[in-house]
């Protein structure tokens, strides 16, 4: 896009001491440009334009369709079991949710930005990472050893909260004792809910969440919001409350109201991954948040990628072709790939379009398809920084205690210089819980892009008031409509997603929303169950 305007309204008192009521309200020009992911390929075909006839067939073993999570963990399964004939196309984004970008030499995310330290039973998460040298010593042991580069070093988090920043992202300062206290209560119950077992010896949340405990007691979680589990047990701090409903929009782009209890729960009581060289909970992070790890993957498992989107798929005979196409200016060019077998690794609103004849897998799409909550990540390329408040300094997420914004990434935290970079990118995230999924991406479709830069930077107006604008260069925008599953009550019990999952036959499946939220642990579990179930039927 060209030039638009970044308006810059009053801040929160104090934020600018000394400053004119002028410098308020001023204008501040900021180059930006906007990224509609899948936009432009879903318009084409919604809007009735033919996919000419393809102009090559590419013949392959294996097909992957599609480039995130799911699929990269399937091509590196694939070559780690010496098995090279396959390629990927890698639909209208590569690297799909775990997606990146630069400005010159400073990466940034435009999707996910860390990974929590592998539980002991995500083995497969933690034989990824040993294969790339991530972890460097006893990859199953309980505290393996991490490459200190990506263990997420301090200050970690800060929260603004009544004008002042705090450590963490929990409210402590001025907040009464009686919230206090249950913050402690809620903390005890999520550690002994962290080791507790159902009737079938399973721990009870666990990533992968197939090996979770099926007891029933502990499934009934999945009838109810973690709002009215909150509500039910006696918890009734504003403060627990704003926090839970944070981490729900954080971790699933969606409220605490609409989340299921089970979800909600599995959040804290799933991720409990240690290490020799870091403190219990450490988080893994890059500059470029998953894109390194991403294209980490990629190189490892050798893949041969093609720039595509998949427009149909169906079995023709005893093999499977994949109709894909690509848009240049408009011009459409499409290719046939044609396999032994095919791994879907895409979301399952697009899988349901794509997949010839499923429903015949067991898949309804009318009664299967799950809710998708929207995202917005807006990187801001900053050529100083702005003058921060005391207390807490600048940490590598920064938080504001307000909705729907998710506070603010600081894309060269992890690196170690003695003073301050000249640049740097703060990547800010915005969920847009406070309307319904369809109300955002309408919105999100028809905003200005002077909007869609004075949502994304209200957090950093809370933060810095009108000292923020003079510091930025320019502004990156992505938006994704549909950018994860949303785990709603009843979503553990969802049948499609169950038949995809179990699916063994030329067409496999392989994305996080099988599922029903998208995580790397899952997307990757699903991946490397998928390559594993082609290979077995390999001649």
């Known amino acids: 896009m060209d030039r638009r305007s970044f308006i810059r309204t009053a801040g929160a008192a104090g934020l600018a001491a000394g400053a004119s009521a002028l410098g308020f309200a001023r204008w501040q020009e900021i180059p930006s440009s906007l990224n509609y992911v899948g936009r432009a ?284 196409f690509t848009l240049k200016n408009g011009v459409a060019r499409s290719y046939l790939v044609r396999a032994r077998k095919a791994i879907v690794a895409m979301p399952l609103y697009v899988a349901s379009r794509v997949v010839e004849g499923i429903g015949e897998l067991g898949f309804d799409a009318r009664r299967d398809t799950p809710a998708y909550a929207p995202w917005i990540v807006a990187n801001f390329l900053m050529k100083d920084f702005p003058r921060e408040l005391p207390h807490a300094p600048l940490s590598w997420d920064n938080v504001v205690y307000q909705e729907p914004g998710l506070g603010y990434v600081v894309s060269t935290h992890q690196d170690i210089r003695v003073a301050p970079p000249e640049k740097t990118v703060f990547s800010a995230y915005l969920a847009l819980s406070d309307r319904t999924p369809d109300a955002a991406r309408k919105w999100m479709m028809k905003a200005s892009p002077d909007e869609l830069v004075e949502a994304a930077g209200r957090d950093l107006k809370t933060a810095y008031g009108w000292t923020f604008a003079p510091c930025v260069e320019r502004v990156e925008i992505t938006l994704r409509g549909h950018a994860m599953a949303a785990p709603l009550p009843g979503f553990r019990s969802n049948a499609g997603a169950r038949a995809l999952r179990e699916a063994d036959g030329p067409i496999l499946f392989a994305h996080a929303d099988l599922s029903g939220f998208s995580v790397f642990e899952e997307a990757a579990w699903w991946g490397i169950l998928a390559a594993g179930r082609a290979l077995g039927g390999a001649a």
Request: aromatic share 10%.
């Open 41 to 324: 390929e879903g318009h084409y075909l919604r809007d009735r334009h033919a996919v000419p006839p393809p102009s090559q067939v590419i013949e392959t073993d294996v097909a992957i369709l599609g480039s995130g999570i799911a699929g990269l963990s399937a091509a590196w399964k694939l070559a780690r079991e010496g098995h090279h004939d396959f390629l990927m196309v890698d639909g209208p984004q590569p690297d799909g949710n775990a997606a990146g970008g630069h400005f010159g030499d400073l990466a940034y995310p435009t999707g996910a930005h860390y990974l929590p330290l592998p539980s002991p039973e995500s083995t497969h998460v933690r034989e990824i990472l040993a294969d790339l040298g991530i972890i460097q010593r006893d990859p199953f042991a309980e505290q393996p050893t991490y490459d200190e580069r990506f263990i997420l070093h301090g200050p970690e988090e800060r929260l603004l909260f009544n004008g002042a920043w705090q450590d963490g992202f929990l409210p402590t300062e001025g907040v009464p004792a009686w919230e206090l206290l249950e913050h402690r209560r809620f903390f005890a119950e999520v550690e002994r809910l962290r080791l507790l077992r159902g009737t079938d010896g399973r721990r009870i949340f666990v990533f992968p969440t197939v090996m979770s405990s099926e007891d029933p007691e502990w499934r009934r979680l999945d009838a109810i919001t973690l709002k009215q589990w909150l509500e039910r047990e006696g918890y009734r701090a504003p403060t627990l409350h704003w926090y839970l409903n944070y981490c729900c929009r954080d971790d699933y782009g969606t409220r605490y109201d609409k989340v299921s209890a089970w979800a909600g729960l599995h959040y804290y009581c799933s991720r409990w991954g240690k290490a020799a060289n870091a403190g219990n909970g450490a988080w893994l992070t890059w500059p470029g948040g998953l894109a390194p790890l991403a294209t980490a993957m990629a190189e490892r498992s050798g893949v041969k990628r093609h720039t595509g989107t998949v427009v149909k798929l169906r079995r023709n005979g005893d093999k499977v072709e994949a109709l894909c």
